[in-house]
């Protein structure tokens, strides 16, 4: 699954540690969420989407191999 | 998050500081480094002690809560565990194979406790180095 959080999160002005503030995550999630390295949860990914005023769908995509 | 079964992160510090001191107490007193005079029970219970701080130590290490105890912590533990317990069957059937090319045996029971006990070691070892290596990994890419 490929995600556009970095672009958006960049896009707001908003730092990791401030969206993972906002999560109650740490950094380093948001930091492998962004480089791929890990797939949030449904509840993790609805959370980002609401606070990005985004659909999840706008942000989290599936590739051919998912 | 909730997570079943862990320690407040404070027993992090706690296990990391029992550990290593009851691990030099026990090999100093089994291998008899201190001179001092001990009579046996006291030896037995030094020992006993020593041992227990090692293994409560490793326990807390493992199972205390990072600051932020959150789902990707959760995903890295589980990853820990999965790989410690590959190393653990590993370790396992190498010795085997090893003791029956070479018709090795551990000699008595004591040789028989030291080799599963390690073999536990290794376990929780393993996930320690394991999981903090992963955290420490990531964090240093964020840093960069």
Redesign the interface.
Known sequence: MINHVKEIRVSLGMT?QEL?DLL??????I???E?G??V??TI?SLKISKIFTKSVEEVFFLEEKD | MKSLFLLPNRFKKIGYLLFPIGLIIWISIQQGLFKTELNHTMKVLILTLSFFSFLFGLYFTTFSK???E????N?VRLKSFQISSITQMVFFLISFIIMFLFNIEPSGDGGLSIFFLSSIILFWIMYIMIFNYT?IN??S??DD
């Open positions: 990791q993972g109650k995550v740490s950094r380093q999630t930091f492998s969420i480089t390295k890990y949030p949860s993790l | 990072e600051p932020i959150d789902e990707y912590i995903s955290l990531t964090k890419k964020i």
